[in-house]
């Protein structure tokens, strides 16, 4: 029998520790590399960093060398699927099995009047769920009203409740439309020809007129933003409330006060409080048509109200103040408070504290006096920010909804950012030339039909700098709408309701966030930074 050789077994060994050794530097080296692009690396989208970055981003100064872009706003609705389960919609196959219950009762062609529809004849309305679905497919059908009769004998009126798609909220609009019925194969019904956008009026449900200015005023009784009352001072005292006093955010940008709000509604969801909302914003100047800052204006103006009380567990201050004296007048025990004079006092620490109110002061000098200095180190892996929570107003997605449904849900936009950016050459050297009039047309024509519905969402303010496009496309602006909340709108008039009867400016926020939402819903999106300029979108070096 051969034995092996006594030199083999060590060369054996060796030749394993080698391909050990090597394949083990090949770990470290690739460990190397990705920790080096780890650091280095810088997502395009802020929304996907960490908090620290996300803070930087929300907060920078105005005169910073990098500027986030202000002519886009961000909500709840924009970033994540809300909590809840969205209402079902309707679909062919829903269609499909109401329509088999009729299957046996199709009208013979003699029991049908040429030229008169029945219109509250089931069939009726299974015609016009049938032409929505395949019209309308970025829309979810939620609920239909049944038709009653339009202006003609072959005209039927008709109101539903849809979503669109885009939309990640489970938020509900309304449309009415006027439909012309024709009759089809078999003697079944079809739709001749569909109206526009809110043209079927008489399906529309009365609005409701306010007693108190019947003159003038329009409610929506769909919007519910009224303020909640506490009651008695008992109810007051069952309580256990978290309160931020003002600080240093309140006149910030919009981006900054969100993100501030959210951390204190955060640290009261984490202590299991109700949040105080003071609903007094200030406009920065940025929006507003002086320059200058402006105080006073109702959060309820550019915010979902009524979304945030069904969310969250909150309060308005004034509400809140008025409690507590109507307990501190009537009873000799006063209200156990906790004065919390600096955000360095976690909110861990905070988390066994039984006293009915813990006040947050905020007195020191910018930047230790904005909110959002609570979330800030260890505090970050216990405060969750509810995003869900904050929802742009619904009077303000009411116009995104109109603007939208007047095209027909069927537009292409793009997003051309001017304004002091297209000023400012040494942060910006090609943006002013590469949106002009005539790059934009060369540019669109490779990414958007002729003769498409096209939506400018800008803030260049000369209205006619678009007027280029119009040969190639039909161009829609913000401008064009400007009756959705004009004098005669349900904006203005609702608006006025919240501003004891005095009316309120559309002001730039709320431009802003209607261009916004009306961008999302778009089926070809053209943002400038992307697709229009070879920009960084913060200024030089910043890709």
Avoid at 73 to 99: M, N, Y
Avoid at 405 to 421: L, S
Avoid at 444 to 452: E, F, K, S, T, Y
Avoid at 495 to 502: P, S, V
Wanted: proline share 5%; hydrophobic share 35%.
């Amino acid at each position: 029998m051969k034995q092996s050789s006594p030199i083999a077994e060590p060369a054996g060994q060796n030749l394993v520790k080698v391909i050990s050794n090597l394949c083990f530097s090949v770990f470290v080296f690739a460990v190397l590399i990705f920790t080096v692009i780890a650091i280095t690396y810088k997502s395009p989208d802020p929304w996907l960093e960490s908090a620290p970055a996300m803070t930087n981003f929300f907060t920078q100064s105005e005169n910073a060398t990098f500027k986030n872009d202000n002519s886009i706003l961000r909500t709840g609705e924009d970033l994540q699927l809300s909590q809840g389960s969205p209402a079902p919609s309707i679909t062919e196959a829903s269609i499909e099995r109401v329509e088999g219950k009729f299957s046996e009762l199709e009208p013979g062609c003699s029991e049908i009047s040429p030229g008169s529809v029945n219109c509250s004849d089931p069939r009726v309305l299974i015609a016009i769920e049938k032409f929505n679905l395949r019209a309308f497919r970025s829309i979810a059908f939620l609920e239909y009203q049944t038709p009653v009769g339009g202006s003609k004998l072959d005209e039927c009126d008709v109101v539903w409740r849809f979503r669109n798609k885009k939309e990640k909220s489970w938020r509900k609009y309304r449309d009415f439309r006027r439909f012309k019925i024709g009759i089809g194969e078999n003697c079944t019904y079809r739709i001749v020809h569909p109206g526009g956008w809110h043209s079927g009026v008489n399906a529309r449900r009365p609005r409701i007129q306010s007693s108190a200015k019947p003159s003038a005023l329009v409610r929506d009784n769909e919007i519910n933003d009224t303020i909640p009352t506490l009651g008695s001072g008992v109810d007051f005292r069952k309580g256990r409330y978290l309160y931020y006093s003002r600080g240093g955010d309140y006149c910030k940008g919009v981006n900054h006060l969100m993100w501030s709000m959210l951390c204190g509604l955060g640290e009261a969801v984490y202590l299991n409080r109700t949040f105080v909302l003071d609903l007094s914003m200030c406009l920065p100047g940025t929006y507003s048509t002086t320059g200058k800052d402006e105080e006073g204006k109702d959060f309820r103006y550019y915010f979902d109200f009524e979304h945030l009380k069904e969310v969250a567990s909150i309060v308005e201050e004034g509400e809140f103040i008025r409690g507590w004296k109507r307990w501190d007048r009537t009873h000799r025990k006063k209200v156990p408070v906790r004065k919390v004079p600096t955000y360095k006092v976690t909110p861990m620490q905070l988390k066994g504290d039984k006293r009915t109110v813990i006040w947050r002061q905020f007195d020191a000098p910018e930047p230790e006096n904005y909110w959002y200095r609570v979330c800030e180190g260890r505090a970050e892996r216990y405060i969750k920010r509810p995003w869900h929570a904050i929802w742009k107003s619904k009077r303000l997605m009411n116009i995104v909804t109109e603007i939208s449904g007047r095209m027909d849900w069927d537009f292409d936009a793009v997003h051309v950012v001017r304004g002091e950016k297209a000023q400012n050459k040494e942060l910006w050297p090609h943006l002013d030339s590469d949106t002009s009039p005539e790059s934009l047309v060369a540019k669109l024509g490779g990414m958007v039909q002729p003769g498409r519905n096209l939506y400018v969402a800008t803030n260049e303010p000369f209205y006619n700098y678009f007027d280029k496009l119009r040969s190639h496309y039909k161009v829609h602006l913000l401008e064009d709408y400007k009756e959705l909340w004009g004098n005669t709108s349900e904006w203005y008039n609702e608006t006025r309701m919240l501003n004891d009867g005095k009316p309120v400016e559309f002001d730039g926020f709320m431009r802003v966030a209607v261009d916004t939402e009306v961008l999302y819903r778009a089926k070809i999106r053209v943002e400038t930074f992307y697709n229009l300029t070879a920009d960084c979108k913060d200024g030089v070096n910043a890709c």
